[in-house]
């Protein structure tokens, strides 16, 4: 499986950016759907996740401001970003856990930008 994140960009605060990420390959199946991010300097953290029943979770910092969510049938998980913040400025990753066979494997996105100036 492999992973194609879009999206990433330069916006001013208070400014919108969408992220994309898709999986694609033979022979899986998705389950649940995460996006890190890391700023400079810092650890990874998690922003939000979603499982195959959409259910979801925010950290408390992107709470109100993003959303997550899923196409299925795509294999996509998208990160809508409203009001941002140049405390929102990182590296954001995708990370896919899905299933092989009988095999349960993760697979991670090789990142996108978001600068976020004030």
């Known amino acids: 499986v492999q992973l194609v994140e879009s999206g990433g960009g330069l916006v001013q605060a208070g400014g919108s950016l969408r992220l994309s990420c898709a999986a694609s390959?033979?022979?899986?199946?998705?389950?649940?759907m995460v996006w890190y991010r890391q700023a400079p300097g810092k650890q990874r953290e998690l922003v939000a996740g979603?499982?195959?029943?959409?259910?979801?979770s925010l950290a408390d910092s992107v709470k109100g401001r993003f959303t997550i969510s899923r196409d299925n049938a795509k294999n996509t998980v998208s990160l809508q970003m409203n009001s941002l913040k140049p405390a929102d400025t990182a590296v954001y990753y995708c990370n896919i856990h899905y299933k092989e066979g009988y095999r349960s494997l993760e697979v991670w996105g090789q990142g996108t930008l978001v600068t976020v100036s004030s």
């Open positions: 979603i499982t195959s029943g959409g259910s979801t």
């Open positions: 390959g033979s022979g899986f199946s998705v389950n649940t």
